[in-house]
């Protein structure tokens, strides 16, 4: 009998292979989503398969998107559908990452922080392009010798220096040690940044400033500029509190006002 354990993240393991898990501890799976859900799921998968079954590695284009949503829109599931399924696919973990910008945010998705995804330390100096360690650079080698699909959750927060050094960092590393150092992420085929442009901005240049400010003031930012741009050319928005039963439309509808800042009425004020 395969031997199954549990975590206190609500993750399982089953032969080796670590799967979110949801409160009555079922599985994630594409038959539990709403339409707009497994819509980019199924661009996701799409793009994998494409990737898996090319010939010409130079003719493919990797999938970059913003997945954007309100809290209980459904992102998370969004998330850890994409996870479940390419992981029990491919057999492996290491196949998708996640990573956020606290620890808070890690522990939320079962994923972990930049800097333990990239073995980078706190540092107010930004990363210089090829100035890994030898020994550095050959852990991250085998870290992301499977990696097919990165998936950054609460994306407003993270500054575009973090975001263009994991872009760098993975380029030069990816696929046995950065043979496509042209592309931003090094021809990372999958590339996801969901979050809600409506909560808290990071401490520094983050996405909102992306259109807004000059000259870059070093090549990190500027490299998360360019990927977070790169992004936006695919944004899917999640629509909708799905904590919220399809017939309570009164309250959806107060809760997108609420999330808009919008002008709400006083017969809106006394909804129960």
Same mark, same amino acid.
């Given at each position: ?14 032969? /080796? ?32 398969? &494409? ?16 997945? !954007? ?60 392009? !090829? ?40 380029? &030069? ?40 400010? /000059? ?10 500029? !360019? ?12 629509? /909708? ?32």
């Amino acid at each position: 009998m395969t031997e199954v354990k549990k975590h206190d993240t609500g993750s399982e393991t089953k032969s /080796g292979i670590t799967v979110p898990l949801k409160d009555d501890g079922s599985e994630y799976s594409i038959d539990g989503l709403y339409p707009d859900q497994r819509d980019i799921v199924a661009v996701v998968m799409d793009k994998l398969c &494409e990737f898996m079954e090319s010939e010409d590695l130079s003719t493919f284009r990797p999938l970059r998107i913003i997945l !954007n949503g309100a809290g209980g829109s459904g992102k998370s599931v969004v998330i850890n559908t994409v996870v479940t399924v390419i992981r029990k696919m491919f057999d492996t973990d290491d196949v998708v990452k996640i990573a956020a910008p606290t620890g808070t945010a890690a522990f939320n998705v079962s994923g972990e922080t930049f800097h333990h995804m990239l073995g980078n330390r706190v540092s107010r100096l930004a990363y210089l392009p !090829n100035s890994m360690s030898a020994a550095k650079r050959l852990k991250r080698i085998k870290k992301f010798k499977c990696l097919l699909a990165l998936i950054v959750d609460e994306r407003s927060l993270v500054s575009n220096s973090i975001l263009g050094t994991a872009a760098r960092q993975i380029c &030069e590393t990816i696929f046995d040690g950065g043979p496509l150092r042209e592309d931003i992420w090094g021809g990372l085929p999958i590339v996801i940044l969901a979050g809600n442009d409506f909560q808290l901005p990071p401490q520094e240049e983050g996405p909102l400033n992306v259109l807004c400010v /000059g000259a870059p003031k070093n090549k990190m930012i500027g490299t998360g500029r !360019n990927a977070l741009l790169e992004c936006a050319e695919n944004v899917y928005d999640l629509q /909708g509190s799905k904590r919220i039963k399809d017939s309570n439309y009164d309250d959806k509808d107060l809760i997108a006002q609420l999330r808009l800042a919008t002008e709400t009425g006083v017969e809106d004020k006394h909804v129960d």
